[in-house]
């Protein structure tokens, strides 16, 4: 788990690139294509993922940049671009897929990343598993979900999405976004041109 960096402690990183990591070994649940970070207080600002990738034909893999799995990290003024998850059923996050609580994610930039499956993937971009995760000035632009959910971001639990810009991201449901849950607060946010081609399956889709 994580192609270029696996982590059980605290990491504060900074201006550093991660570009064309991946984990693709024949198994099921692929963690983190570039870093798997499993801590509490990480910080990571001002950094590059670029077209790291996660999977192979099995199932199950999250988090095509970053596998984040702690509470209280801060990830700020990074650019996540072309980052991908492959498998066969239930990929999640081209970029990122967070599962803690209040962690915070202000002004970074996710392009282009995505997620191809046979069945059942969600989050092209971002997946949010916990609550009190604050999401700020972030811009999400062309990321996608081939025959899945939530073009951008797939949310579950009391969240705030506030002052980003969504902008022609794709789906079969949530164009830009599907939330999971009927909790959360999505407040002040751009959705420009993002295509959903049907709203099955989802409590709040944008």
Known sequence: QGGGLHSNQRVAIYSSL???NSVNRNANDLRGGAAYLA???NLISSSQFIN???GTTMSNHQGGAIYLAGNSSTLTGNTFKGNTVIGGFTVQAGA???LGNNNAFTNNAFANNGLTSLSNPYGGAVVIAGAGNMLTRNSF???FVNNGHGGAIN???NNTLA???FTQ???KSGGAMRNQSTLGTVTHNNFYSNISTTNTNATNVW
């Open 18 to 20: 991660f570009s064309n």
């Open 155 to 157: 949310m579950t639990g």
């Open 169 to 171: 991201n794709s789906s």
């Open 52 to 54: 790291n990738s996660l």
């Open 96 to 98: 990122i897929y967070v």
């Open 39 to 41: 801590a509490n207080g």
């Open 141 to 143: 632009s062309t990321n």
């Open 163 to 165: 002052y980003n810009h």
